[in-house]
């Protein structure tokens, strides 16, 4: 049998999943997701704990692989990528920031910004530019040749925006940043993520729990139990048992 080639998203589509399915250690993680993502464009994940926001999004970034389902970035299929080429499209075309800020701690605050570039070969010079100008428009330049260690959290999560940021990528995918920051520090990093990406065109998906940081996307998908809402699960069959065969005979 003769397998179907794929078939690529629409053009206006940065971004686009079709049927993912995935399971953690059996478990259902993600059940038939499909969704579609414009350039620029900030879309907001929202669902409670466990609702498959997280497993999502480290799909689309190319960092797990669905058991099933395609995704689409550029026209280009992540899901038939090999490792190595799902490693160069996360470092140089998609950045990640999550509610852990995993800085290095032997690194300097401007070596950890500048980190995805400076894996690519940049110069060290463009690096340290690069990545001190995001430093700055942080608020939190003056830092830059101090370590982790000597931070406030917000500052590290701040030092972990800056890198997600510094190769001006395509897609950001930001999984709860703002969670374990105070009210006020959540706005700042926030406001910097949206600004950034309305000024260079770049697409943000947005996994949240909080209605206000939902609030700042083009749009929003919820999602339950691994399934966007409003998408039902399938019916289970019946057991192929007396009793099943009984309760088909009484709904013939």
Same mark, same amino acid.
């Given at each position: 049998?003769?397998?179907?080639p794929?078939? @690529?998203?629409?053009d206006?589509?940065?971004?686009w999943a079709?049927?993912?399915?995935?399971?953690? !250690?059996?478990?259902?993680?993600?059940?038939?997701v499909?969704?579609?993502?414009?350039?620029g464009e900030?879309?907001?994940?929202? /669902?409670?704990? /466990?609702?498959g926001?997280?497993?999502?999004?480290?799909?689309?970034?190319?960092?797990?692989r669905?058991?099933?389902?395609?995704?689409?970035?550029?026209s280009?299929?992540v899901?038939?990528?090999?490792?190595?080429?799902?490693?160069r499209?996360?470092r140089?075309r998609? /950045?990640?920031?999550?509610?852990?800020?995993?800085?290095?701690?032997?690194?300097?605050?401007?070596?950890?910004?500048?980190?995805?570039?400076?894996?690519s070969?940049?110069?060290?010079?463009?690096?340290?530019?690069? @990545?001190c100008?995001?430093?700055?428009?942080?608020?939190i330049?003056?830092?830059?040749?101090?370590?982790?260690?000597?931070?406030?959290?917000?500052?590290?999560?701040?030092?972990?925006?800056?890198?997600?940021?510094?190769?001006?990528?395509s897609?950001?995918?930001?999984?709860?940043?703002?969670a374990p920051?105070?009210?006020?520090?959540?706005?700042?990093?926030?406001?910097?993520?949206?600004?950034?990406?309305? !000024?260079h065109?770049?697409?943000?998906?947005?996994?949240?729990?909080?209605?206000?940081?939902?609030?700042?996307?083009?749009?929003?998908?919820?999602?339950?139990?691994?399934?966007?809402? /409003?998408?039902?699960?399938?019916?289970s069959?019946?057991?192929?048992?007396?009793?099943?065969q009984?309760?088909?005979?009484?709904?013939?």
């Amino acid at each position: 049998m003769v397998s179907l080639p794929d078939i @690529a998203p629409p053009d206006n589509d940065v971004l686009w999943a079709s049927s993912l399915h995935y399971s953690h !250690s059996g478990a259902p993680g993600l059940v038939g997701v499909s969704l579609g993502v414009r350039q620029g464009e900030i879309l907001a994940l929202t /669902g409670p704990r /466990g609702s498959g926001k997280t497993t999502l999004l480290r799909c689309l970034s190319g960092q797990l692989r669905p058991s099933e389902g395609e995704i689409w970035f550029n026209s280009v299929p992540v899901h038939t990528m090999g490792d190595l080429a799902r490693e160069r499209l996360r470092r140089d075309r998609f /950045g990640w920031i999550g509610p852990e800020p995993q800085l290095l701690p032997e690194l300097k605050v401007w070596e950890n910004a500048a980190l995805p570039l400076l894996l690519s070969g940049a110069s060290h010079r463009s690096a340290k530019n690069a @990545a001190c100008e995001w430093l700055d428009r942080l608020d939190i330049a003056g830092l830059a040749r101090k370590r982790p260690a000597a931070l406030t959290r917000a500052e590290c999560q701040r030092v972990a925006l800056a890198r997600a940021l510094v190769t001006v990528p395509s897609v950001i995918h930001a999984d709860e940043p703002t969670a374990p920051l105070h009210r006020a520090e959540g706005a700042l990093l926030l406001r910097t993520l949206t600004t950034a990406a309305r !000024s260079h065109d770049i697409t943000v998906l947005l996994a949240t729990d909080d209605e206000a940081t939902a609030a700042v996307a083009d749009r929003s998908l919820a999602l339950v139990d691994g399934r966007l809402a /409003g998408t039902a699960p399938a019916a289970s069959p019946l057991p192929d048992t007396p009793e099943g065969q009984a309760a088909c005979s009484l709904s013939a």
